[in-house]
Each structure stands twice: as C-alpha cells, then as structure tokens.
C-alpha cells in the first residue's frame, strides 16, 4: 500500500482527507495486484465540512451571471478533451471496461459540458399575457441551493458529468460522492474543473460509502435534492430518506432492457446490435441488451449466429487494444452473475454459450466471466425479468408483434427498448407501445446522446430525466413571476364584472 497515491476528499478548494484519517484501496478488476490508490473513508464530519463549505459558496454562485459561470464549464470541457486519453486509461484501470469505451465515457462529459455550458445563455423561462391590464407575467428558473449527487461505479465520468454541470449552470453548488469502486475518475473530473477556475466551494467531493456517506448527506437539513444513480433497491431507500425531510430527489436506476427482433429484419444488424447491447461494459449498463424477444421463426438462426459471437468474443484487461469485453466489476458481482447462471438451469432455460468464470493464465487475476448467452428462456423466468449486470444474455422466443410487446413491458423495470425491422408500421407500433423511457429502430438498446432526456419508467426512475433540456427541471425551481404597472391593486380572477 506505501507507493500507490493517496487521494483525499476536495472541500472548499482543497484536498483533504477524511477526518477520521481512514482509507480505502482502490484495484483493477481485470488485474486484483495492481493497486490504483487509496481514498478517504469518510464518514459525518467529513459531510458536514463538505455541505458546509457547499452552502457558503452558494449566494456567490448563483449571483454570479449563467454565462460566467458556463464558461468555466467551457474552459473545463476543453481540458477534459486534452486528458481524454489519460483519463480514459485511468477509468479502464479502476473499472475495467475496453479503452474504447471508457474514451466514449470521457467524451460523454465532454459532450455533457459544453451542451450544459450553452445553457448559460438560455436557461429559458416563459412570458405569457397576462389576464389584467399593465400587468407583466413571467416564469423564471431559480437554482435550489446545495445539491448532494450519488453515482455508481458503471460510467464513473460520465455520470457525475450528467449531473455536475447541469447542477452548475443552473447556480447550485454541489457535494458528490461517487461510488467506492471508481473514485479516482470523480477526481479527475473534480480536477479538470478545478483547473478550469470553479471556485472554492461550488464543487465538493466526499469518498466512501452509502452509510458512511451518503446516508449523512440524505439527511443533512442543507441538502436541498438528492440526484441519485443506482441499483433500484437503494433508490428506494434514497427516496424513503429524501421523503423524511422534504428533499427534491431524482432517481435513475435498474433496467431490464429488451431488443424486439422481427422475421423480416437484418439479421446481420441484429446480431452485431445484440452482441454490443449484451456483452459491452460487460453487461454492466443500465441499458444493456438483457432480452432478445425473437419472433419463432427467426430464432434458431439468430441463436446461432449470437451464440458464434458470444464465444469468439477476447475477453481480458480492458487495457489491451485487442481485448474486446473486461471483467466483471468486482467478485461480488461476479458471483452474482454465476448465481444467474443457476438460477436459470434451475428454471430450464438452455445454456447455449458461457456460464462459466473465466480462469486460467492472466484471467486467474481479476474477475472474469464467460458471455453467456441463455435460449429458450420462458418470459416469467428470473433471468428474464431481474437485472442481472453481467454478460448475461435471454434470448425469449414469441410468435409476432403482439406477443413481443407483451413481453417486452411484462418486467418492473422501462429505461430502453429496441425493435428490429423493416416494417415501418410495426417499427411505430412498437414506439408507440413498448413502456420506456429511450427507444431505439434498427440499432441496439445502448447509444443515448446527451441533448435528449434519459431515464425511464416503473421501477426504473421517478419521473425526472437527465441530459437534453429535462434536466434543468431537476436543478431547477420555476418561480412565477407578476409586474403590475398598473399603479392600482388588481386582483386577478374576482376583478371580473361578469
Ligand atoms: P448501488 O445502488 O449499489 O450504488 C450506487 C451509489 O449509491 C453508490 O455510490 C453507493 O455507495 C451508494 N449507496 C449505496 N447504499 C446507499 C445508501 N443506503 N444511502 C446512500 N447511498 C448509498 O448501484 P451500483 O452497483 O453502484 O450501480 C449499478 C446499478 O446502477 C444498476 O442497478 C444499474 O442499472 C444502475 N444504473 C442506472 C442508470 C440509469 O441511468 N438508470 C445508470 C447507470 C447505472
């Protein structure tokens, strides 16, 4: 543990450790001897300094004009864009998805940034009519105060990005603390905007865990919205928290996410659709390809085909340029993916590819698992309706568009959806009726882009969404402004004669 860095938590402008002076370590999944560094486990104090230091800067920041404030978030977008590579290699260390995708990962930010940044100079309200004379009416968005942000290890950047600048824009300060298995990633966001010129104080950071930390920051009276990115179980008890103490709280949690393929699409298309929903970040995305709802006729085929991928796939450090899907994020959740496996045996579905931990020479270091691929899996299966975050994948056979819809919205969860086809009816059929949040025709359930909402339905989210315009709604209060210049008290609707 000597020669790895030591990070510390960053309050009011500066690097501190917790103040129990306690530590965690952070290692490559693909690789358990490769020490990245240690990082603060805070606890209380360490939040109170943090929400502390977050509510003192607050009137300077959000009476600093929205166009100021974008730019720094412009000078920040630019250095994330010269230390994408570093920092893109830093993330596949500690998180151990393929450099191609955590490079995608800091471009998510980047994007994230300067779309945010241009919000500096709308931040749009509305002028309506008003109902009396020489009366002026108006909406204004006005920041909440100090925002608290929980994010999981899954996009490390890319997700506190979503969050972070959209929360800054809009004149709110912010403490986040970022999942105990990708600290460092947050702090080099933290450091990209720091660099950038952000204040003392706007943007804190707070390393540890749920209860030593973010249980605190639900319940600290200063907090003033909860933006949480989870499993769905913990957003419960989030909301639960936020609920005790009249919090504003967003949520976006598990998905459950199916492709819908009909006998009449591009099978190559699919296949390569389903391998890269399925098996990229190892199947560890909010939106992965979970289910392929097949119609009967095709499905042979295209289990084959998938199956011939699946197992072709180079599976290794994320780190090498051939490597084509990393390790599980930790052995946890490696486990609970063999446990999948078992479960779905146990229900009858068939193995077709997979299923096993991955061992043997260089995977022996990390935690590595098989792309499993399960056909003939039944719709009420537990591998068909919980989220598993691994290299799983249930091919569910259906006879036609009806069946597959049914299919598709018979699980608790709506973030993405797919449908494969060349049938323009059908393709706005399934818009229209498949439940969720984010729908793709003719490509995979994974590619969202950051100037559209995201989030989802049912157990997925709350009914906020990130990114495009929604997300201000988040970080946002409307406030109803009236000018009467009329010189005289006008009372609105009990003014009327008739
Ligand atoms: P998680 O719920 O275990 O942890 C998320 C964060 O919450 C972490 O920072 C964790 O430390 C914190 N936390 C845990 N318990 C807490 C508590 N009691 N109080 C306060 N904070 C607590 O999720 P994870 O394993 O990091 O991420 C995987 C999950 O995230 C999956 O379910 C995935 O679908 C979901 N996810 C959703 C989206 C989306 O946008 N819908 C995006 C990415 C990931």
Redesign the pocket.
């Known amino acids: 543990m000597a020669s790895a860095p030591a990070y510390d938590n960053f309050i009011d402008g500066a690097w501190v450790p917790a103040a129990s002076g306690e530590r965690f370590e952070n290692r490559n999944p693909a690789d358990g001897s490769d020490l990245i560094g240690t990082f603060p486990r805070s606890a209380e104090a360490d939040v109170e300094r943090a929400v502390a230091s977050a509510r003192r800067a607050y009137d300077g920041w959000r009476l600093t004009p929205a166009p100021r404030r974008a730019e720094i978030l412009y000078r920040a977008g630019q250095i994330l864009t010269e230390r994408k590579e570093q920092y893109a290699r830093d993330m596949t260390r500690e998180m151990g998805k393929v450099l191609k995708e955590t490079r995608g990962d800091v471009q998510e930010a980047i994007d994230t940034g300067f779309y945010a940044a241009g919000e500096g100079r709308r931040l749009s309200g509305q002028t309506v009519p008003a109902e009396l004379p020489n009366k002026f009416a108006m909406s204004v968005r006005a920041p909440l105060g100090v925002c608290a942000m ?6 490390p950047m890319a ?1 506190p990005s979503w969050k972070i600048f959209p929360a800054l824009v809009c004149g709110n300060t912010a403490v986040i ?4 298995d990708t600290p460092l990633s947050v702090v080099n966001f933290v450091t990209a905007l720091m660099d950038a010129g952000l204040p003392a104080g706007v943007l804190n950071l707070v390393m540890g ?3 030593g930390v ?2 605190p920051l ?1 319940r600290h009276p200063d907090v003033r919205l909860v933006s ?5 179980e ?1 957003g419960r ?2 909301a639960i928290g936020c609920a005790e103490s009249y919090k504003k709280c967003s949520l ?4 459950k996410n199916a492709m819908i393929l009909l006998d009449d699409a591009d099978l190559d298309l699919a296949v390569e659709a389903a391998t890269w929903g399925a098996f990229g970040t190892t199947g560890q995305r ?1 939106t992965a390809t979970s289910r392929v709802i097949v119609d009967r006729k095709v499905a042979g085929g295209f289990t084959e085909r998938i199956v011939e991928r699946a197992k072709a796939l180079k599976v290794g450090n994320g780190l090498e340029d051939s490597v084509e899907m990393g390790p599980c994020i930790s052995d946890a959740q490696r486990r609970t993916v063999a446990s999948y496996v078992e479960v779905g045996l146990k229900e009858g579905a068939r193995l077709a590819a997979g299923g096993h931990l991955l061992t043997g020479g260089s995977h022996d270091r990390g935690w590595f698992f098989e792309p499993t691929v399960f056909a003939d899996v039944k719709p009420g299966m537990r591998i068909a309706t919980e ?1 598993i ?1 691994g290299p799983v994948l249930s091919i569910i056979p259906v006879d036609g568009l009806d069946e597959a819809i049914r299919v598709a919205n018979s699980v608790e969860y709506g ?1 993405s959806g797919a449908i494969f086809t060349r049938d323009i009816n059908k393709a706005f059929r399934a818009m229209r009726d498949v439940d969720v949040g984010i729908f793709y025709v003719n490509s995979s359930t994974i590619g969202a882009e950051v100037q559209l909402p ?3 339905v049912k157990r ?2 709350n009914g906020h969404r990130e990114a495009g315009t929604t997300v201000l709604d988040i970080f946002t209060e409307w406030k109803s402004v009236y000018v009467d210049f009329s010189g005289r008290l006008q009372k609105a609707q009990i003014d009327r004669s008739d």
């Open positions: 929980i994010t999981p290890w899954n996009f997700i603390k970022p999942a105990t865990g749920g209860s973010g249980t639900l949480f990115t989870g499993s769905t913990v008890q989030i976006e949690m598990g998905g909010c989220e975050f973030l995201f989030g989802g997925t989210g």
